[in-house]
């Protein structure tokens, strides 16, 4: 089978995770300071904070957001298309959702449905970055300058960016902005912690705010006893990392920065080999951006036919990810999405990951340039 995901590990984990087993403290300790620091690295930016999982972020950043807004600034525009895991933490704030559509060419948010949707309350937006896909930001910032025109005050961005590591809009490292950009490290993304996450945030102030509400919102690095001593001002959460998984992801981010390319590579592939085929389109990719594609999506006519085809070839296929709307717990938010409509019954994910081989990428659009 050519499996849709797989797992990443460095060969070299096993003893660092011994060490620590054995060390008689498993909590959140040096460990998860180095690897901390050794993401800041990568990423040249210093206001990025870890936490146990890509939800915990999306669910800490919203809460840094609603801390700054008023009570009738409760409603948050979010993409149809992601994970549940990025409305979650929109209900777990006890905030509310509009739904704003999606764009057919990129299957990210749509920026035009999304601009339609604003109004003096609507003071946050949240969208995944599709499979690696960067959205457009020029024309988000564009809209985020025309909101504070029109309104007088700021529209608050959370990126979920659980489909990305270190992609690229305009030479610059999606994170490194005045967002709230949430990362994911679970165990099928590029860089894995088997559960993990993290998080960058648009200043040190809420840098330093969000490691105290990691921790209940104690300050682990003062000198006074963080759990005797010190009194919380700002209840938090538990959503600190342990030196467990951060000892698997100091290991795992060599791994995650060669396997990435890969994934470029065969995408790049696949888009030359893809071109003109009769009932299947190739998402467009955005001016500016340097993509790391963790998913390769197409749209097809008759999809389950295509996808029983692959499956008699041993090729693994998937839509990934079904429209959020559809779930019983947030059907009071349920509005008309046109795009979504259409996407939902058309859109396809094929294996482009490290595992898959250019002689596989040849065979896999040889069966579907063959029809279905």
Known sequence: MIDLFKVAIDTSVINNLDIILKSGYVGQGVISKEYEEKLQKEYKNNKLVVVN????????????????????????????????????????????????????????????????????????????????????????????????????????????????????YKNNFIGNNDHYCCFSTQAIKFLTTVEGGYLTLPNIDETNKAKKLRWFGLDRDSGASFRCVQNITDWGYKFQPNDVFCSIGIKNIELANKNVQIHIKNANLYNDLLKNISGLDLLKTEAYSEPTPWLYTVKVDNRKKLQDKLLKYDISSSPVHARMDAHDCVKQFKINLPNMDIL????LCIPVGFWVTEEEIYFISKIIKEGW
């Open 53 to 168: 999982s890509g939800t915990s972020a999306i669910h800490l950043a919203l809460r840094l957001i609603k801390d700054k807004l008023n009570e009738s600034e409760d409603t948050v525009l979010c993409t149809v298309l992601s994970c549940f895991a990025s409305a979650v933490p929109i209900l777990a704030n006890n905030l509310k959702i509009k739904w704003v559509d999606v764009n057919l060419d990129t299957c990210n948010i749509d920026l035009d449905d999304l601009e339609s949707k604003l109004t003096s309350t609507t003071r946050i937006v949240l969208f995944v970055h599709w499979g690696g896909y960067p959205l457009n930001l020029d024309r988000l910032n564009e809209i985020k300058f025309n909101y504070l025109n029109k309104y007088g005050k700021e529209l608050f961005i959370v990126e979920d960016c659980a489909h990305i590591w270190k992609t690229k």
């Open 344 to 347: 939902e019954n058309t859109m």
